[in-house]
């Protein structure tokens, strides 16, 4: 069997205890702010920042570092569409076949179902 070959961290830092407590608390506000999104807006979003996004994402660790993960930016009306259609079809199909009925009653207190129009704005 061969030896594991693993990188060392070169760019690890230790913070101090003190620093440790006030990025943590910090960070936890920051993520308490979250929230799932319904809402979607129009305006664009500049292509820069986009990028960056991406960018943020693909450095997230994966097992074996296999990154096994793919980003599509989808600006094309027509392919929104597309996929609006598809996504639509699964979710009716979870709607009124895979769903429990608790499950689609709870659901309709957040106001979603199976339309999905924020698929072609967002």
Not at 49 to 64: K, V
Not at 65 to 86: G, H, M, Y
Request: hydrophobic content about 30%.
């Amino acid at each position: 069997m061969t030896e594991a070959k693993f990188s060392s961290f070169t760019n690890y830092y230790e913070y101090s205890p003190e620093e440790m407590k006030k990025r943590s608390a910090e960070f936890y506000a920051e993520m308490k702010r979250r929230r799932s999104g319904r809402q979607f807006s129009e305006r664009p979003v500049p292509r820069e920042i986009i990028e960056d996004c991406l960018r943020t994402a693909a450095t997230a660790p994966s097992g074996a570092n296999l990154q096994p993960w793919s980003f599509i930016v989808v600006t094309d009306p027509a392919v929104k569409q597309q996929i609006r259609k598809e996504a639509e079809k699964t979710e009716r199909e979870f709607y009124h076949k895979s769903a429990t009925r608790k499950w689609v009653e709870d659901l309709k207190t957040l106001g979603t179902n199976e339309n999905k129009p924020f698929l072609e704005i967002a």
